[in-house]
């Protein structure tokens, strides 16, 4: 008897609590969201670009659409590398009629009247991620083109005929004054159509999304302090949400497991109908919030059901049939426009770097080329003095006694430490040419010049650090005269060395030279030099990179010849051949012989040449007698 009256007692004041009146409030929240493209391929693409296919009168206006167009919310544009590609094949738009409009102003008191010619355009429009078609469409559409407006009716008439005139013209000659006629106007605003119809479909944009939560504030209710610990964590959640990162469901799972708990423990019945309310609410809220669409629609039903106050559960079902859910995610977070954000940043600050490059580059230049310079200045320094020492003491020198024939046949060693200018005037042969050609040489131990004729002007001048080179053929003053790279100016300043530049031996190397064995070479028993210089790779492997061969007759200490064979990255990429004839003797160097007549033979990525090159002239210390020389290089005005 004890436990039925216990059991009605506790039916009873279970009842009366479920009838207590509940008092609540709302909260709002706003937090940021993305509206999403219907394609989710495009989730983490961020750049786009255009490709035109136009009818060749209208390849004058593509420069120009690839200007105006595709601005599609939520991407950058690329100029060719976009990874969202809009293809867009333009016929010729074809002439329909002429049109004349009437509008009355009121302020004029008058009807004012224009002319249009209308246009048919068509435009086929593709959109492509990875190849994957995402949207093809034809726009077919009649444009319109003002000829003429004015008060007048009879004013258009002139202007209306000579249009037509022209259309009929253009039609029968195929020859089309694309904007004369306005085809260019028609043609931008069917594409403009095609932009807003693409930025409707693929556009990505940020927003901001209010939410509603209904929180119990009847402290006297058996339910008041979970819900406020609810309320108190969503609020907190709510805050942290940002556009990269959404609700975090871990914090509010055994929360919503206690809401969820609720409506079994109050069912539908006019007494639960608030408390009901509450919970149906803030699930399908957070729910949505957590991409969860199926519980999210199922909450929102069942608001709907127990709705009685406002449209609130209608209002979620639409939000979440709006979505776009993706593995039942809805896609509201995402690292996108923090990463376009950067992007933009990063064209942005390529794009101040170009418009800052005449300064700041210049002037980053200016200082790579002061230490550079003075890197070349020290270099010819260095060469000169160690080429004097290495005069002063041929004894200690490697393989000396070969040395000594060698300089004493050019002349001797203090002969050749008064070399201070040279220069001579050579005919070239070049093989398969009958065109004559000729080359001047000037050289002092700082500066070069060799003019030559074929027959047009060519230039390579030395003037200390520098190095320019001009062509005749060229056209233009930027592109005649050009600045030598550090790669041609290595080979052209060799020819300060003046034993070098008169006989192609180079001092500098001697001692890196490798004496092998005896060889017959043109039908004389040569000494043979070499020294294969090497370098290493950026796999720090010991690479070719120079490989010089030295000939000398064992007679009369003659250089029979020179090769030189040069290595790209461990390739062949040069090989240059000397052979030398017709030795001379030099008064000014003690009758020392020097070359007349040389054979060339050179390989390169331009093929085999082969030349013959025959010094009609040779002079050491000479009176300057080239005044570009003399003007521009020897007394340093060249720029």
């Given amino acids: 008897m004890k436990k039925t009256l216990l059991l009605i007692a506790l039916l009873v004041i279970g009842s009366i609590q479920a009838q207590e009146k509940i008092s609540s409030k709302k909260k709002k929240f706003y937090i940021p969201v993305i509206s999403y493209s219907e394609f989710p391929v495009l989730d983490n693409v961020l750049t786009q670009t255009t490709f035109y296919q136009m009818d060749k009168q209208l390849i004058q206006e593509e420069p120009i659409l690839k200007k105006k167009y595709f601005n599609i919310e939520g991407f950058i544009k690329d100029p060719a590398n976009g ?91 195929g020859n089309y004054t694309v904007a004369e006629l306005g085809l260019d ?92 309310f509450i919970v149906t609410n803030n699930l399908a809220e957070t729910y949505f919030l957590l991409e969860n669409k199926e519980k999210a629609l199922m909450y929102a039903n069942l608001l709907i059901e127990n709705d009685k106050q406002d449209s609130r559960g209608s209002s979620i079902v639409k939000k979440v049939n709006k979505g776009y859910f993706v593995d039942k995610k809805i896609r509201s977070h995402t ?117 030559k004729k074929m027959p047009e002007t060519y230039y390579e001048i030395v003037n200390g650090a520098e190095a320019w080179s001009h062509d005749d053929r060229e056209s233009g003053l930027n592109a005649k005269w050009a600045k030598s790279t550090t790669y041609d100016y290595n080979n052209l300043s060799k020819n300060v060395d003046l034993i070098n530049f008169l006989t192609d031996l180079r001092l500098d190397l001697w001692n890196n030279f490798e004496v092998l064995e005896d060889e017959m070479y043109e039908g004389r028993l040569c000494y043979h030099l070499n020294y294969f210089e ?50 001379r003797p030099v008064a000014t160097l003690n009758s020392g012989k020097i070359p007349y007549k040389i054979n060339y033979e050179i390989e390169d990525f331009n093929g085999e040449t082969i030349y013959q090159e025959v010094r009609e002239k040779v002079e050491i210390n000479p009176v300057f007698g080239n005044r570009i020389f003399m003007k521009e290089v020897y007394f340093g005005g060249f720029k």
């Avoid at 049109?99 to 302020?107: G, L, N, R, W």
């Avoid at 007759?553 to 290595?567: A, M, Q």
Wanted: glycine share 4%; proline share 3%.
């Fill in 185 to 276: 106007t028609v043609i931008y605003s069917s594409v403009q159509a095609i932009q807003n119809y693409l930025n409707y479909k693929l556009k990505y944009t940020t927003d901001e999304s209010k939410i509603k939560f209904e929180f119990v504030t009847s402290k006297g209710h058996s339910e008041y302090s979970q819900m406020l610990a609810f309320e108190n964590e969503i609020t907190a959640q709510m805050e942290k949400v940002t556009l990269e990162k959404g609700l975090d469901e871990k914090p509010l799972l055994p929360h919503l497991q206690y809401l969820e708990s609720l409506l079994v423990k109050y069912p539908p019945s006019p007494a639960n109908e608030n408390i009901r």
């Fill in 335 to 451: 690292t996108r426009f923090a990463d376009l954000k950067k992007l933009g940043l990063k064209i942005e600050e390529e794009k101040e770097e170009k418009r800052l490059a005449f300064f700041e580059k210049i002037e980053q230049q200016d200082a790579e080329w002061e230490s550079e310079k003075a890197r070349r200045e020290a270099y010819l320094e260095k060469t000169k003095i160690q080429q004097f020492n290495l005069l002063d003491s041929i004894p200690y020198q490697s393989n000396a006694n070969l040395l000594a024939k060698v300089v004493d046949n050019l002349g001797g060693s203090q002969a050749l430490k008064k070399v201070e200018k040279a220069h001579y005037f050579s005919k070239l042969s070049i093989e398969g040419n009958n065109v004559p050609q000729t080359e001047e040489k000037w050289a002092t131990t700082s500066n070069y010049l060799l003019k």
């Fill in 83 to 173: 990874k969202l590609k809009i293809y867009l094949t333009i016929e010729l738009p074809q002439y329909k009629a002429t049109k004349i409009d009437s509008v009355f102003d009121k302020k004029k008191n008058g009807w004012k009247f224009q002319a249009f010619s209308n246009y048919s355009v068509k435009i086929k429009m593709e959109a492509k991620c990875a190849d994957k078609l995402l949207l093809s469409e034809d726009f077919n559409t009649v444009e319109s083109y003002l000829i003429a407006g004015g008060y007048q009716k009879d004013n258009l008439k002139a202007a209306v005929d000579m249009n037509n005139k022209k259309i009929a013209e253009a039609e029968k000659d």
């Fill in 534 to 583: 090497k370098t290493l790779s950026t796999g720090n492997r010991t690479i070719p990179k120079t490989d010089y061969h030295v000939f000398i007759d064992k007679e009369n200490y003659n250089i029979v010849s020179t090769e030189k064979t040069e290595f790209d990255n461990g390739n062949k990429s040069f090989f240059e051949r000397r052979l030398y004839g017709d030795y």
